[in-house]
């Protein structure tokens, strides 16, 4: 059981350190960099889903026109 304890302890220990490392790293983007970012993310992410909607929908308007047919 003191095993445990101690290794309990230890994790404890090394999340404390992860979490002060995470504080102490800050990273600041002036506005100019943060819209070109937020552009770039919405070019490559955009396209994906307006492909996932698409098939979605086709894939609701063929089930629809089965369902009418019979």
């Known amino acids: 059981?003191?095993?445990l304890d101690?290794?309990?302890?230890?994790n404890q220990k090394d999340v404390k350190?992860?979490?002060e490392a995470i504080e102490d790293v800050s990273?600041?983007?002036?506005?100019?960099a943060?819209?070109?970012?937020?552009?770039k993310i919405d070019r490559h992410l955009i396209p994906i889903l307006f492909v996932l909607y698409l098939c979605?929908?086709?894939?609701r308007y063929i089930l629809i026109l089965l369902f009418v047919e019979f």
Do not use: S, W, Y
Request: charged letters at 30%; aromatic letters at 4%.
């Open 1 to 3: 059981m003191a095993a």
């Open 6 to 10: 101690n290794a309990n302890v230890e």
């Open 17 to 19: 350190d992860l979490t």
């Open 27 to 32: 990273v600041t983007l002036d506005p100019v």
């Open 34 to 39: 943060e819209k070109r970012l937020v552009r």
């Open 56 to 59: 979605a929908f086709i894939d």
